[in-house]
């Protein structure tokens, strides 16, 4: 709870340019929560680790598949809803 509390929310969204900034900047953010002791529990490695294997797929294997079709950091940063 306490340690979460100041993550900023991340929305992800494949088709923007932005995302993986984004999520490696997050990535860090999540990272340096050892510097409050909150690396060691449960929900933040399994973020972490979640983060980087959902990382890795989108920079290393989906690549050349990956369209991007806006470029707006903005937009990761509230929730997307399609009417």
Partial sequence: GHCMA??????????NAC???KMRAYISLVEDLRL?????TREVRKLEVTLRQLFIIMGEKCHGDLVFTIYDCAAL???YHRY
């Avoid at 100041?6 to 494949?14: G, K, N, Q």
């Fill in 6 to 15: 100041h993550m900023p929310d991340l929305y992800l969204d494949i088709h």
């Fill in 36 to 40: 409050r002791r909150c690396a060691y």
């Fill in 19 to 21: 995302v993986m900034y």
């Fill in 77 to 79: 940063e509230r929730p």
